[in-house]
């Protein structure tokens, strides 16, 4: 059974670094063909794909958010961190994982997504 | 980057009725490349179909994904009350990226 689960702190001042953890089971970030993306959605809004994270150690990032994302993988204990620089005051936001197991790009997988607000 | 433009924004109707779901691409995609999802309130998104129109495990057949280029199309067949939720395509054409439609919020008339 695959599954995927969001942590990181609820609340992050401006110009902070949030770091975010998907940590996974199911499936190994070692299998050619795993790939986990971080996706974010502010309230009554559109999806957004920040990060991905391949099971070579490839890395790819959103073109307008490249500067300030970084992503990591820890394939001891199945886990993904995205680290975000100079956060924006805005409003709540929902960060999620999802898994790709496929080169067509699909997102099979998602976890419940983790909830962070930007604020002083 | 590939812009993906769904329409109509909110369409209502009824249980038993029929949606039709619109997701149209700034530029040409594969059609292995493009996905709809179904996003309930408080939830994560689901996936429905991959390859425009695949239907992913346990996904019942009165939804169905057609279409290429750049015109796709996600169609419920028969409307029930659970089917009442947003709807996203989702692209990855220009790989290594991906980007998603704004949405189609489908409520109930």
């Known amino acids: 059974q695959v599954t995927l689960k969001e942590s990181g702190p609820a609340l992050v001042k401006p110009t902070q670094t949030l770091t975010l953890t998907c940590t996974f089971s199911?499936?190994?970030?070692?299998?050619?063909?795993?790939?986990v993306s971080w996706i974010r959605q502010a309230p009554g809004k559109a999806l957004e794909w920040l990060a991905r994270?391949?099971?070579?150690?490839?890395?790819f990032y959103s073109s307008s958010l490249k500067a300030s994302l970084s992503i990591s993988k820890d394939t001891s204990k199945n886990q993904v961190v995205l680290t975000m620089t100079n956060m924006d005051p805005v409003d709540r936001v929902t960060y999620y994982c999802?898994?790709?197991?496929?080169?067509?790009?699909?997102?099979?997988?998602w976890g419940q997504g983790t909830l962070v607000t930007v604020s002083s | 980057e590939i812009v993906l433009t769904q329409s109509p924004g909110t369409l209502s109707l009824s249980p038993g009725e029929r949606a039709t779901l619109s997701c149209r691409a700034s530029q040409s995609i594969p059609t292995s490349f493009l996905a709809w999802y179904q996003q309930k309130p408080g939830q994560a998104p689901r996936l429905l179909i991959y390859?425009?129109?695949n239907r992913a495990a346990g996904i019942p057949d009165r939804f169905s994904g057609s279409g290429s280029g750049t015109d796709f199309t996600l169609t419920i067949s028969r409307l029930e009350p659970d089917d009442f939720a947003v709807y996203y395509c989702?692209?990855?054409?220009?790989?290594?990226?991906?980007?998603f439609g704004q949405g189609t919020q489908l409520e109930i008339k």
């Open positions: 390859g425009a129109s």
């Open positions: 199911g499936f190994s970030l070692t299998t050619p063909g795993m790939r």
């Open positions: 994270i391949d099971w070579n150690n490839d890395k």
């Open positions: 999802a898994r790709t197991s496929s080169d067509y790009g699909y997102f099979d997988y």
């Open positions: 989702q692209q990855f054409g220009n790989s290594p990226m991906c980007s």
